[in-house]
């Protein structure tokens, strides 16, 4: 009975510590706010320590902190939803590397000139059980502040962005469309031209 009292007592301390383990792993998961303050963070610091630096350097900084923040597989995915089950696994792992380079390098592109505290989070609110929208604003001293809402999506325990709607305007909106209208009468090496064509062009 002795044993038997031991081994009770060692299967609860058991289960308890491991529940303590995913207690603490939960509360330490990034929250939606914190993985958009992440993305802030990341802007504002390449504005700041790379003014001078060329395109491609600023690529390099920004990259670990886009694929940190974002789903760019899922997004990719939600650009050609119809046509993704067509695609070889060869074809979709092309796709998703345009797709990355291109995302990555718009950021790097556009946000060049924000400053240090240039983005400010209003607040958060959720979309369904799985999703959130984080809402922040681009404060411009010399125009109208920019909106930004954020949407997220939780998968594996972790918060990313699935897409940005900048004054009103989705970004994932806009590429199914302009995507869908590549793929009616061409294929996924149109499209992956297409894509590599827009990110040379970036200024």
């Known amino acids: 009975m002795l044993v038997h009292r031991d081994l009770l007592v060692l299967v609860i301390s058991l289960v308890l510590g491991c529940g303590v383990v995913l207690a603490d792993d939960v509360a330490s998961a990034p929250s939606p706010e914190s993985v958009v303050a992440s993305l802030h963070r990341g802007l504002e610091a390449l504005a700041v320590e790379q003014q001078s ?34 695609l070889s696994e060869s074809q979709q792992q092309r796709f998703l590397a345009v797709f990355e380079r291109l995302s990555v390098m718009t950021y790097a592109s556009r946000f ?15 979309q369904g059980s799985v999703r959130m929208q984080v809402n922040a604003v681009i404060q411009r001293p010399s125009a109208e502040n920019l909106s930004l809402d954020y949407t997220l999506q939780e998968r594996e325990g972790a918060w990313r962005i699935i897409n940005i709607i900048a004054d009103g305007v989705s970004d994932l909106a806009l590429k199914r469309a302009e995507y869908r209208r590549i793929m009616i009468d061409g294929s ?13 062009e970036l200024p």
């Open 188 to 200: 996924i090496d149109d499209l992956i031209e297409y894509i590599e064509n827009q990110t040379a």
């Open 53 to 86: 630096a060329d395109l491609g350097q600023r690529f390099e900084q920004l990259r670990p902190v886009i694929l940190e923040t974002h789903d760019l597989a899922y997004i990719a995915e939600l650009t050609i939803r119809r046509r993704w089950g067509d």
């Open 112 to 126: 060049s000139s924000v400053g240090a505290n240039s983005f400010k989070i209003l607040g958060s609110s959720e």
